[in-house]
């Protein structure tokens, strides 16, 4: 696309996309415009005059409507080119991400469908990952992992030990020993253990993975 508003190639794959006959698309940019939602529209003009300004590449997601009325994700990538007449160009690609938009939408809606049935169990709810290098790391634990141990599941999703650190020393390395072994042979772990909340105050967790 150029600053004179004209298209002068247009793949047909593009052009399947939108649901248009490329030489129509060609023949009459705004039918590309009106195509674009319109919140999407003027993010995506921003960005085109921005590049004029400065000649940078372009990269930006934006969604439209199809001809069949189907809203789909595009994500562009141009470089901006100014030709020997002092008009500007855009050359790049746009690829339909549609599916791998729905697919991250079905992944966050997954996990808080995860979030909220892990915060109504009368319990702490936790995933515990030890990589191929042997570092443990808990990517996923409930919130009332505040209420037990009185620290925030950020900070212990950041550092293991502050829940190994309140086990005594020999029931620490042991429950490190059960893990590993459970990683060699995926057997499940059912243990009790005792952890010190305080100077004269413990909690006796049932610990099954």
Known sequence: MCSSDLIPFLSRGLASIYG???????????????MILPQDAALLRSRIAD????LEPVEVEYRIRTVGGEVRWLQARVSTHRQDDGSICWRGVAVDVTQQKRAAEALRASEERL????ESIPGVVFQFRIDHDGVES???????VASLLGVRPEELSAATTLFFDRLSPAEAAELHRLFQESKRTLASIDEER????GPDQAAWVRIIA
């Open 51 to 54: 590049s004029m300004r400065t």
């Open 194 to 197: 005792a952890l010190q909340l």
């Open 115 to 118: 979030r909220r049935m892990a």
């Open 20 to 34: 248009v006959e490329a030489e129509a698309l060609q023949e009459n940019e705004s039918i590309v415009w009106r």
């Open 138 to 144: 808990i990517p996923f634990i409930s919130s009332r």
